[in-house]
């Protein structure tokens, strides 16, 4: 996805992403994600080896979550939106970036649950940090640069878990 909208799931919708597909968000001109309304869900899942990637262009990288398409009207999405890590493997270029710190929101839902497998980043600046963290809390998936020596890691904060407390999105 490189520019405009691509809703993922919508009203009672799945987007599944089996071992062998790949999902990658270029740039953040475009908006990537969920719409609904009335509370139903939308769910991405991943399958082992699926590939999501984030790639930099124009200095920004893009993110996932809810967003108004217009198909559904102009209040805020109603959709309850889920997202299962399924240990599928990130990959991020950041070759293009330019704010090389901070945190940037990978994925943004009502609950997220799964891991990542592998972690790639390409051009990671020699002084810098990178750090995945999935933080089932806030249902979010952060990537925090800071000054370093080019270390990557990953993090976990809270339990996926919590997740079942959204029955309809747990069964999702």
């Known amino acids: 996805v490189t520019d405009g909208q691509a809703i993922l799931a919508s009203q009672g919708g799945n987007f599944n992403l089996g071992g062998v597909?790949?999902?990658?968000?270029?740039?953040?001109?475009?908006?990537?994600?969920?719409?609904?309304?009335?509370?139903?869900t939308a769910v991405l899942r991943f399958g082992e080896g699926a590939v999501l990637g984030f790639t930099a262009e124009d200095g920004s990288l893009g993110t996932i979550g809810e967003f108004r398409s217009g198909f559904y009207g102009t209040d805020t999405s109603g959709v309850q939106s889920?997202?299962?890590?399924?240990?599928?493997?990130?990959?991020?270029?950041?070759?293009?970036l330019q704010n090389y710190g901070g945190a940037h929101t990978l994925i943004e839902a009502d609950e997220i649950i799964g891991a990542f497998g592998e972690i790639r980043i390409e051009g990671l600046r020699s002084d810098r940090n990178a750090k995945v963290t999935v933080d089932y809390e806030t249902d979010q998936v952060i990537l925090d640069i800071s000054g370093g020596s080019g270390d990557v890691s990953y993090d976990a904060i809270g339990d996926a878990d919590n997740a079942k407390a959204a029955a309809d999105l747990w069964a999702a």
Do not use: K, P, Q, Y
């Open 82 to 96: 889920g997202v299962n890590l399924g240990m599928a493997d990130l990959h991020l270029d950041l070759s293009n």
């Open 21 to 40: 597909s790949r999902l990658t968000i270029s740039g953040d001109d475009t908006r990537v994600g969920f719409d609904g309304t009335d509370g139903d």
